[in-house]
């Protein structure tokens, strides 16, 4: 039956949907169980510390490419595609995401991190914007790649990718420069951190400013040291709790001027509200609450945040898994080397800026 023929059913659309979607959640199933046990088959081995190293996203977005190819083979994949619900299912990581940011965390080294963060985040920005555009890739692109290496990866391209209306396309391409860029980091920084001879706070201030993922930064950190581990963490909390002010002024941005520059009419403010990403104050707010929570509740809040945080891997494994569905290979094909060029070109800018900055702000830094 052809996918129109389906869509005119509605009886048909469901069951489709349906079956779409327990692919989905078989798919991060297996996910799940693979990033919990392939470190402990590959413990003893030559691989061991790949396998540990390896995380979730890379598992999830293989398994939806395998999964794409298999549907797309058969002719499934339109009649179920509806299930692939990878903005509901991020924005909802993302909201989530919130309840793991401690605002009375990131005051206790409020100066240094929110420094670091901010000037980063600026700087890092502005130069892979820069350099974007002079390799001639459109706006909406830039975008993204410039949020990824900026802020945290995926979490913040995804963001901007709501801010500017970016395809999907052009979402996958830069979640998986993430996650190739962000492995051999894991283990690349730390090393370099050894050689030069760095302080571990300062290492553990380069580690979690340059690394694009939450959990690739927590596992270069644990092999910098458990005071650099602490710090990097909170470098990188900081810099994730800005990835809302960077959803909002890309909203701006893309409606007031770079829409407006291919003739669209200028905005008002309810157009604005309309298109401003709203998961965002869901993620505000989920940081607010569970630092109220944390403060109230004490040890206990923290199994409670816990669960949280599960449910929010949960999510960003079915969002994944998504993305790997969706991909189009022919976009892909079509985007070309520039991206990839960008993107390496940007990571060195930010190894650079970020080790002076971490230089400066956290030499001599202890957490009391």
Known sequence: MPPAAVASRPGSF????????????????????????????????????IAAAIEYPVYAILLGLLGNLVVTLTGLRDRIAAAFRTEFFIK???????????LAVIASAAGPAIAQAVLLISGVFLFTWWLAGRLGLEDKLRALLASAVS???????????????ARREQLAYTASLVIVFALPSIFL??????????????????????????????????????????IASIVKVTQNALMG?????????????????????????????????KFVLGFVAASVIATWYLDVAGADGKATIAVVNDLRVWFFIL??????????????????????????????????????????????????
Do not use: K, M
């Open 14 to 49: 469901w069951a489709w949907t349906a079956a779409g979607l327990l692919v989905v959640i078989a798919l991060a199933a297996l996910t799940r169980y693979l990033e919990q046990n392939v470190p402990e088959w590959a413990a003893g081995t030559a691989l061991e510390d």
């Open 92 to 102: 909802t990581g993302l909201v989530l995401l919130g309840a793991s940011i401690n």
């Open 151 to 165: 802020i945290c990866g995926v979490s913040a391209a995804i963001a901007a990718a709501g801010a500017v209306r």
């Open 189 to 230: 920084l730390p090393w370099l951190a050894d050689l030069l001879g760095l302080e571990p706070a300062v290492a553990g201030a380069w580690i979690g400013g340059n690394i694009d993922t939450t959990a690739a930064v927590t596992a270069a950190g644990a092999l910098a040291g458990e005071e650099a581990l602490q």
């Open 245 to 277: 002010v960077v959803a909002v002024a890309l909203t701006a941005y893309f409606a007031l001027h770079v829409e407006r520059r291919a003739g669209a009419a200028r905005p008002g403010l309810g157009e604005l509200w309309r298109r401003f990403p």
């Open 319 to 368: 969002a994944f898994v998504s993305i790997g569905l969706e991909v189009r290979v022919a976009a892909l094909r079509q985007a070309g080397w520039r991206p990839v060029a960008v993107f390496g070109g940007a990571t060195l800018f930010n190894l650079v800026l970020a080790l002076g900055l971490a230089s400066v702000l956290f030499a001599g830094f202890t957490i009391s």
